[in-house]
């Protein structure tokens, strides 16, 4: 039971609106933390032919800022992150040439995506684990940036793979791209 009544607080309230009559009135004896629910990632990377480019800044190529940032992030990462991996494209592409009207025919996303290539989200486990080292190694398959940006393509592919998990926690696509 509280030991303040607030019903005489009315129309004459001091300085503090009040308060410090509420801060008084509180009947909580207990506090409380939440627990934050695990990361569930699905990484989308751009390894298109313009990630050959130079990064701005540097002496090194878009995608090799790409993989050595993405590498110590996925070693910064805890055991209990879900993490999934799709490289766009993986597939031998060659830019769209629309004629920008309702006679262009959308490829179908397998043109541009190979989807039995992704790395499947799962928990990543302690360092030297089975997926940890499975995510880790697959940068390092990367044989070189090649291909158009089917950027919508990869990006639905990687909202499936995200719906279809079954691992809690707060889901999150990341997606990694120059343009």
């Not at 995608?63 to 597939?91: C, M, R």
């Not at 989807?115 to 080292?133: F, M």
Request: hydrophobic fraction near 35%; charge should be negative.
């Amino acid at each position: 039971m509280c030991s303040s009544d607030l019903a005489g607080a009315g129309p004459s309230l001091n300085s503090d609106g009040g308060l410090d009559a509420l801060r008084k009135a509180a009947c909580a004896g207990d506090t409380a933390r939440t627990e934050a629910l695990p990361s569930v990632l699905e990484l989308v990377v751009d390894t298109s032919g313009s990630m050959k480019d130079r990064a701005p800044g540097t002496n090194q190529s878009k995608w090799q800022v790409t993989h050595d940032a993405l590498k110590a992030a996925i070693d910064s990462l805890t055991a209990q992150t879900g993490v999934g991996v799709l490289y766009f494209p993986d597939e031998n592409t060659t830019p769209s040439k629309p004629a920008g009207d309702s006679t262009d025919m959308p490829r179908p996303p397998t043109d541009c995506v190979n989807l039995n290539a992704q790395v499947p989200i799962d928990l990543l486990g302690a360092t030297g684990a089975a997926h940890r080292t499975q995510v880790s190694m697959s940068l390092d398959t990367i044989d070189g940036p090649s291909g158009g940006t089917p950027t919508h393509d990869a990006f639905h592919a990687g909202v499936q793979a995200i719906e279809a998990t079954k691992l809690t926690g707060s889901r999150f696509i990341v997606l990694i791209t120059d343009g």
